[in-house]
């Protein structure tokens, strides 16, 4: 597989600077196939489990810290506002080590580079590396250090809002619950074009579209055909039914109820939206209380007719797959959900 160029090399391509300054789409496809094979990708897994078990239950835990990773297609999925649901569980740890963002899935790659390079040192080593081993040992050690640093948690919670590799993640963490965040595309196109304002030489709108229709194809092909240890929530329902998202990964992961959780929950705050976290230099990621016109499912988006056809030309048949197999509306896992009297609801803007 032609292994494609990360973004800050992007520029050094002749190809990619004409493309871009033609102002054509320059996402490249091949940033979201799989890196292996379904059989390699369970091999790795359980050659790395027993290891990383015993890692996360190091220095006297009875039971290892549970790995939660919470991933999306791109940004402007919701990913901020799902993290601080799991998070009001006392139990559950987010940001270790300081880390808002683990990008082991779209920075993958360059640890292929370096056990490359390992390889070649000896010849015996390139026998006993699989692919991607690093980046699970990688993996191990973060967690380790993580559950080290938060030894009252229970689950510690990793988030990378891009959907790159997906099935190396059940290979580099053969235990965590993969938590997939799935939105609108509509919606999620508007807020990363409000947040990051096309503008040039950088990307252009149809390049976004093209990105999230890639990504989200990539994320629904991994929910397919993914083990047991994976739970897809549409951002739209958490939003609607926030304490029932919450409460279907607490019950994932094997954590009771805490006195304090509704609380917890009815102080989410704001973080990052694109209409309701506008500073003097644009969005940032400072807590803010919800307005009474706070709704990020529901909102209308008003755009262009280049921009409709846009949309229309790379993202609509990805969007009807979105909705045809995780429709708004659907309980945490797919099951149906009966409406809630008196609430609105949520869904494709016509």
Same mark, same amino acid.
């Given at each position: 597989?032609?292994?494609?160029?990360?973004?800050?090399?992007?520029?050094?391509?002749?190809?990619? /600077?004409?493309?871009?300054? /033609?102002?054509?789409?320059?996402?490249?496809? &091949?940033?979201?196939?799989?890196?292996? %094979?379904?059989?390699?990708?369970?091999?790795?897994?359980?050659?790395?489990?027993?290891?990383?078990?015993?890692?996360?239950?190091?220095?006297?835990?009875?039971?290892? /810290?549970?790995?939660?990773?919470?991933?999306?297609?791109?940004?402007?999925?919701?990913?901020?506002?799902?993290?601080?649901?799991?998070?009001?569980?006392?139990?559950?740890?987010?940001?270790?080590?300081?880390?808002?963002? /683990?990008?082991?899935?779209?920075?993958?790659?360059?640890?292929?580079?370096?056990?490359?390079?390992f390889a070649r040192r000896h010849r015996d080593n390139a026998e006993r590396i699989a692919p991607? +081993?690093?980046? &699970?040992?990688?993996?191990?050690?973060?967690?380790?250090?993580?559950?080290?640093?938060?030894?009252?948690?229970?689950?510690?919670?990793?988030?990378?809002?891009?959907?790159?590799?997906?099935?190396?993640?059940?290979?580099?963490?053969?235990?965590?619950?993969?938590?997939?965040?799935?939105?609108?595309?509509?919606?999620?196109?508007?807020?990363?074009?409000?947040? #990051?304002?096309?503008?040039?030489?950088?990307?252009?709108?149809?390049?976004?579209?093209?990105? #999230? &229709?890639? %990504?989200? +194809?990539?994320?629904?092909?991994?929910?397919?055909?993914?083990?047991?240890?994976?739970?897809?929530?549409?951002?739209?329902?958490?939003?609607?039914?926030?304490a029932e998202a919450a409460q279907a990964v607490w019950r994932r992961l094997g954590l009771g109820?805490?006195?304090?959780?509704?609380?917890?929950? %009815?102080?989410?705050?704001?973080?990052?939206?694109?209409?309701?976290?506008?500073?003097? +230099?644009?969005?940032? #990621?400072?807590?803010?209380?919800?307005?009474?016109?706070?709704?990020?499912?529901?909102?209308?988006?008003? #755009?262009?007719?280049?921009?409709?056809?846009?949309?229309?030309?790379?993202?609509?048949?990805?969007?009807?797959?979105?909705?045809?197999?995780?429709?708004?509306?659907?309980?945490?896992?797919? &099951?149906?959900?009966?409406?809630?009297?008196?609430?609105?609801?949520?869904?494709?803007?016509?």
């Amino acid at each position: 597989m032609r292994q494609a160029r990360s973004p800050d090399e992007n520029w050094r391509n002749p190809l990619f /600077a004409l493309r871009r300054l /033609a102002r054509l789409t320059t996402i490249e496809p &091949a940033r979201f196939a799989p890196a292996l %094979a379904a059989d390699q990708a369970a091999l790795l897994g359980a050659r790395i489990a027993p290891g990383q078990r015993a890692a996360l239950c190091a220095g006297g835990r009875k039971l290892p /810290a549970r790995a939660v990773f919470l991933a999306s297609p791109t940004p402007r999925s919701g990913t901020n506002y799902v993290e601080a649901l799991i998070a009001a569980h006392p139990g559950v740890a987010i940001s270790p080590c300081g880390v808002r963002e /683990a990008p082991f899935l779209p920075e993958a790659d360059r640890m292929l580079q370096f056990e490359r390079g390992f390889a070649r040192r000896h010849r015996d080593n390139a026998e006993r590396i699989a692919p991607y +081993e690093f980046l &699970a040992h990688a993996a191990t050690g973060f967690l380790a250090r993580a559950a080290a640093e938060a030894p009252a948690a229970e689950a510690i919670v990793l988030k990378d809002p891009h959907a790159r590799r997906l099935e190396l993640l059940p290979a580099i963490m053969p235990e965590a619950l993969v938590v997939l965040v799935l939105r609108d595309g509509r919606r999620t196109v508007d807020s990363m074009a409000r947040t #990051w304002p096309p503008r040039f030489p950088g990307r252009t709108f149809e390049d976004m579209c093209l990105e #999230w &229709a890639l %990504a989200t +194809e990539a994320a629904l092909d991994f929910a397919a055909r993914a083990p047991a240890e994976v739970l897809t929530l549409r951002y739209e329902d958490a939003v609607a039914h926030p304490a029932e998202a919450a409460q279907a990964v607490w019950r994932r992961l094997g954590l009771g109820a805490a006195r304090d959780c509704e609380a917890r929950l %009815a102080m989410v705050p704001v973080m990052g939206s694109s209409t309701h976290s506008r500073g003097a +230099e644009g969005v940032d #990621w400072r807590p803010r209380a919800p307005s009474a016109d706070f709704d990020p499912a529901g909102r209308p988006v008003s #755009w262009t007719r280049a921009q409709e056809r846009a949309f229309a030309r790379r993202a609509a048949r990805v969007q009807a797959r979105l909705d045809r197999e995780h429709p708004v509306g659907a309980a945490p896992g797919g &099951a149906a959900r009966a409406p809630v009297p008196g609430r609105p609801a949520f869904g494709k803007v016509g």
